[in-house]
């Protein structure tokens, strides 16, 4: 579309920008204030330079959040594309069928994530939920509130219950957008099922998918309030992730300098990726 | 190449069908020989598409029979007919080049790389592609990509017919007039039936060898252009054909005399037949009505300068008609009389002609 | 292998509605069976737990509280976006696609990293504790999100509206609100969807800024965990009404849901 130049644009801007300015750069004056300096209380700050980063980026606890974090995004992302594109492909493009699926699907998007959390509590609890019940009845030993792997399989499990169907939805709405006329050119070009996937059907649905990716990774990467609610971050440290750690330190200890820093550093690291994406995506709308 | 029949085919996409509405293909009885050059023309919705997917097999007729060489082909799959067909936007593989564009088809099939190379080559070469043989498909521009479209069906030796469904209707102005005639040129060199789909008439006229009409699902009349042309069998043919098309004017029919605007009207052959209509018109194109001593008394009402011609709209007791005059001939003001050239004046009894 | 595709959307929802079904058999059962008896269904059905809910107003104004900010937010957020979203699709500006990527990049902000920092300024403020405090910090990733949804839908609709209703002799806002809104419904639609759906299932900023007034419904949960114990029955009853307003919105954007993904930016 051919866009007129105009300053006056900046008007129907203004809310936006005043809405979100107001909530995003003044707390990030404030973290940036703090990341900066030590307060022992009663508003009196000492400046610190950069020592709160160089404590952060070189402690083992931040390491070892940090690295669960990444390799919690990482199964995540992987488990959860190609089964929200096998399950889309799967789907009904046509009839009552649609509707039934597209609302039940929706369903775990919309509840609100501490009952998400409370939910997969009591469902994989081993003497009264039909998850830990029926485990254990099958003879396998299980236990997520002591046994770290237990508590990882059944944090993972509940995310891809929780976050599956947005990657469906997008899926779907990309395959739907796929004209028949492809589909009937390839039946006579003769081409096999896999082949009409990966040479029509993937590549149509690049923009869809990296947007679903940009976002898994983006909740993913930032997940609170679920697997708090779920295995508080324990047995141990053992499903700490970043945010969980972050919050403990910021509203827990209220470690304000150090909390600060991590907050910066964390940001930073979500900002770098996702710029990454961005540019790859702008990239592909570019060339097409 | 094959000769392909059609034998009272209809399609509903309803599940039942109540009316005459519910149908989109009526009775249709078609024969196509080999090699030749064939248009379906029709307005949208006139059910061209209909018919050109259950010939592709595509779909699958509600009634009727479909043949390829006298074998009944009506449930084979598309694959199994040997047919190729070019969609009205280009359907091209994005991620890969030219070459492995136009070696799908055969690569399906099974058929040996060394095999493959020359006949991609040959027909890149027929269809100016072989400069970007091994460029990404996706970069080339509207025009080059429904050649690799047409190139895919042509890269199979084995194709009975190809099928065009309105396949300039993305390509700019200026390079549709070059691909309609490289069009042309194909189906000289590689003589395989062709069938056009098209609402332009133009692309129809000047591609086919013969047209095929179609209007509300029905066959209105088959014949080469210049039959179409001069003779239609229905008012809907003369209306669409031509610009401007035939004038069609309420007569009056009885015991085979024509009357219009208070005059008897003269024509080549006598119509015998003592059929009463519901409606009757009278046809005749612009182009055979010219400006005589006697005759049907009209009103000048204006002369438009198109170019090549003149178009003047004049007004009769029988109703408004445009007739067509040279530019250098002069034109009367006021009032004058026409005549209607007798070998095409025409009768449409409920918009059929009336014959015999 | 085509007759049993039907299966995998099948068993995937089967997988989905295991949990919540788990969640509902439980509130519909008393504490005390829960913990003692395991069954597939319950052997006493009772309907204490919601009762309670709905009579005992610590509960029911939690869900009051919650549905009151994620209301107001949607409202804020779907008007503010709607003349950016116009903005960004029509016109060229002063630095229009580095506001267009800061806007997304508040997306991409933990809210973890906020949560200090919002306590202490809208404490700041005199909002702490307020439904507009909450309404206004959701605003920090539903804003962006509802520009990006909106401009997507607006880009489709050609300028050619907007160029005829002017020579038309409309003005401006008139042709916004009579004309170009009506083509968008879907699209607005979505989008409503949309910042309903991620104001109400957010938690840690909603239990940050509020103590008892405005206090969401998430956060009236957590409490019959620590203090009295594991009140299940009464805890799964709670979260299995919190799982309704998701449905209600749900069924009636059904239609949208499917035809607005095939249109739109997504």
Known sequence: MKKTLNQKAWFFVLPVFVLVAFNAAIPLMTVINYSFQETFGNNIFFWEGTRWFKQILQSDRFHGALGRQFFFTFLILIIQIP?????????????????V???????????????????????????????????????????????????????????????TSLVVLLAYAGLCAIPDAYYQAAKIDGASRWSIFRHIELPKMKK?????????????????TEPFVLTGGGPGNATTFLSIDLVKMALGQFDLGP?????????????????????????NEDQS | MSKISLNNLSHSYLVQQNNDLDWALKDIDLEWSDGGAYALLGPSGCGKTTLLNIISGLLKPTKGEVYFDDKKITHLSSVERNIAQIFQFPVIYDTMTVFDNLAFPLRNRGISEDKIQPRVKEIAEMLDLSETLYNRASG????????????????????????????????????????????????????RTMIYV????????????????????????????????????????????????????????????????????????????????????????PEFVSFSNSGIAVKILKVNNAGRHKIIDIECDGGKLKMISSVTATTPSGTAYVKFNSKYTYVYGDDWIVEE | MNKYKWLVPTIYIIFLMLPIYWLLNMSFKTTTEIINTYSLWPQKFTLENYVTIFTDSTWYTGYLNSIYYVV???????????????????????????LFFWL?????????????????????????????????????????????????????????????????????????????????????????????????????????????????IAATMTRTVSTSGYELGLLAAAGSLTIVPGAIVIYFVRNYIAKGFALGRV
């Open chain 3, 104 to 216: 997304l990049t508040n997306r991409m902000a933990p809210p973890a990293v906020f949560a200090l920092p919002f306590f202490q300024f809208y404490s700041s403020i005199n909002l702490f504790d307020t439904h507009v405090a909450v309404a206004l910090s959701h605003c920090l990733f539903n804003i962006p999100l509802a520009v990006w949804i909106l401009e997507g839908f607006i880009s489709a609709v050609p300028k050619e509206l907007d160029e005829t209703a002017y020579v038309d002799g409309y003005s401006f806002w008139r042709f916004f609100f009579r004309i170009f809104i009506p083509t968008i419904t879907a699209g607005i639609g979505i989008t409503m969807f949309f910042c309903f759906m991620f104001s109400w299932v957010e938690l840690l900023l909603a239990k940050t800024l509020t103590a008892v007034a405005a206090k969401p």
């Open chain 1, 101 to 163: 699926c597209l609302v039940l699907m929706s369903m775990p998007l919309l509840i609100p994530w501490n009952v998400v959390g409370a939910m997969w509590n009591i469902f994989a609890l081993p003497e009264i939920g039909f998850l830990g019940h029926s485990l254990n009845a099958l003879g396998i030993d299980y236990n997520y509130t002591q046994q770290p792997f237990a508590a990882w399989f059944t944090t993972i499990l509940m995310d891809v219950w929780h976050w």
């Open chain 2, 198 to 285: 098209t609402h332009d008439q133009t692309e129809a006229l000047t591609f086919a060898d013969q047209v095929v009409v179609m209007h509300e699902g029905q066959l209105v009349q088959k014949g080469t252009p210049v039959e179409l042309f001069e003779k239609p069998k229905h008012t809907f043919v003369g209306h669409f054909i031509g610009s401007p098309g035939m004038n069609l004017l309420p007569c009056e029919l009885m015991n085979g005399k024509v009357n219009f605007s208070g005059a008897k009207i003269e024509m080549e052959k006598k119509i015998s037949s003592h059929k009463t209509y519901s409606k009757t018109q009278i046809g005749i194109r």
């Open chain 1, 208 to 224: 869809v998918l990296t947007i679903a990716i940009l976002l898994r990774f983006m909740d993913s990467f930032m997940i609170y």
């Open chain 2, 140 to 191: 080339l521009t509207a025009d080059g990509k429904q050649k690799i479209s047409l190139g895919r069906g042509l890269v199979r030796s084995d194709v009975n017919v190809i099928m065009f469904d309105e396949p300039l209707t993305v390509i700019d102005p200026h390079l549709k007039w070059i691909l309609k005639s490289k069009l042309k040129e194909l189906h000289q060199e590689i003589n």
């Open chain 1, 83 to 99: 089964l929200g594109i096998a399950i889309a492909l799967s789907m009904p493009k046509e009839g009552v069928g649609v509707s």
């Open chain 1, 259 to 283: 909390a600060a820093a991590m907050s910066l550093i964390y940001f930073f690291i979500v900002l770098l990726i996702c710029w990454v994406f961005y540019n790859l995506m702008m990239r």
């Open chain 3, 72 to 98: 107001i937010n949607t409202i804020i957020s779907v008007s503010a976006a709607l003349p950016a979203a116009y903005a960004f699709s029509r016109y060229k500006f002063l630095g229009d696609k580095h």
